[in-house]
């Protein structure tokens, strides 16, 4: 084997002991599915790792849009938009920029979007500082600015104590300072201090914010615009990029602007909007009627629906004393479990009773954070959770009884002083 590192090896091992217990990188074997339950096993699970939180994958409406867009223009439309374009391209960018009611460009994928954004918007007398659970993505799209010389630090996930340290410090030597975030956390479910950040980019001339709202996207704020545009209005200094795959449950990344020119400027020069193939004629036609749907008054019922669920989750939780790592009021949670191993044997514990969750360990999560994550959709029923979360402590029960886990201690390690010291180390 290709000699690796000791810290990769040990991930490495520890995603293969999970995925042959059956809880990680596991298969579905039915051959369809209707954004609920799934067949694991030849066994019938509900699927809690769902992000199409609004279920508009499985819209009939949407569904027919895709269908008939590739009887009209055929599975893909093979040129670089450099050189030519469909009309239904332009088509869906004015309906997302009604949805959004700013300047939008659509990309194949949020890492495409921020690859697109980040070298045009940071320039080389620029620092960017990075709050350490971003996501990836965005991570991804950083390593080529590091890789030009921009300057990059990491602060501490959230402490805007810090970061407003850091501001001072740097507003003599650069030109901006960028501040990367993301709208919605995709682990623990937490939202960025939104309220804060616009104050602070009120009071210091050179700071901007740029947020990935990938996990906000649809399920909140006017029209689904996401969690950043319902937390604040819309400021000159914030970017910001979206998915499509999440809450629209279609596919595909957008980038929002505060102005027209700029987003011009990155569909002219953005490097995969200039070489990289435009999205699918089905995910373009599928968008155009997601965003109908999403611009529709009954939709913040849906919103209202999902948000319900959301608080019972997180009264039930609290009720069975299970570690939950927060009330985020979003419809991602997570509950710690001390040790990889007790998160195996908790997750095929819930397959066994009927639920699927997502486990979660370094270096997805910091290492004392180890747990299980669960994510909400429109069609996850009040019994689907009732039976999750008292499975659960049953299986956390029996640890207990074993010696393997102490609740108090996991609690601990997910209060918000722990979590602000906790690193990915």
């Given amino acids: 084997m290709f000699e690796i590192s000791k810290e990769l090896e040990w991930v490495n091992d520890t995603f293969n002991t999970a995925k042959s217990s059956g809880v990680f990188k596991a298969v579905a074997e039915d051959g369809s599915y209707d954004g609920h339950k799934l067949v694991l096993n030849g066994k019938e699970v509900v699927f809690f790792g769902n992000c199409s939180y609004m279920g508009l994958d499985q819209d009939m409406e949407v569904r027919q849009a895709a269908k008939d867009a590739i009887d009209k223009y055929g599975c893909y439309f093979s040129s670089s938009r450099s050189f030519m374009g469909l009309d239904i391209f332009e088509q869906m960018e004015e309906k997302l920029e009604q949805m959004f009611e700013q300047p939008v460009n659509v990309t194949t994928s949020t890492t495409f979007a921020h690859i697109s954004n980040l070298p045009l918007l940071i320039g080389k007398k620029d620092v ?24 990059t630090e990491i602060i501490r996930h959230s402490r805007l104590d810090l970061l407003e340290d850091r501001i001072k410090a740097l507003k003599e030597t650069h030109h901006r300072i960028w501040y990367m975030i993301d709208g919605v956390y995709s ?15 009120n009071t210091y001339e050179q700071f901007y914010v740029y947020a990935d709202d990938a996990h906000g996207t649809s399920w909140t704020g006017k029209n689904g615009s996401g969690y950043v545009m319902n937390e604040i209005k819309y400021h000159a200094k914030l970017f910001m990029g979206l998915s499509m795959s999440k809450g629209f449950g279609i596919g595909g990344g957008l980038m929002i602007y505060p102005d027209k020119e700029t987003k011009e400027l990155v569909k002219n020069l953005g490097k995969t909007m200039i070489f990289s193939g435009p999205p699918h004629p089905s995910v373009v036609m599928s968008a155009i009627k997601a965003a109908e749907i999403q611009m529709r008054p009954q939709f913040a019922d849906l919103q209202l629906d999902l948000k319900r669920k959301i608080e019972y989750f997180w009264k039930k939780a609290t009720q069975l004393n299970l570690p939950i790592s927060g009330n985020f009021k979003t419809p991602i949670f997570f509950i710690g479990a001390g040790t990889t191993e007790n998160i195996i044997n908790i997750a095929a514990h819930l397959i066994e009773t009927g639920s699927f969750v997502n486990v979660c360990s370094y270096p997805s999560v910091p290492m004392k954070n180890t747990g299980l994550r669960m994510t909400l959709s429109r069609f996850i029923t009040y019994a689907d959770i009732d039976n999750l979360l008292e499975n659960m402590n049953l299986a956390m029960t029996i640890l207990e009884a074993q010696g393997k886990l102490d609740r108090e201690k996991v609690k601990k390690a997910f209060s918000p002083k722990e979590l602000r010291k906790a690193e990915k180390v």
Avoid: R
Wanted: proline share 3%; aromatic share 0%.
């Fill in 128 to 151: 960017v500082i990075i709050d350490h659970l971003v996501h990836s993505s965005l991570q991804t799209a950083l390593k080529i600015c590091t890789a030009d010389g921009i300057h």
């Fill in 187 to 201: 682990m623990m479910g937490d939202g960025a201090p939104m309220k804060e950040l616009e104050q602070l980019m």
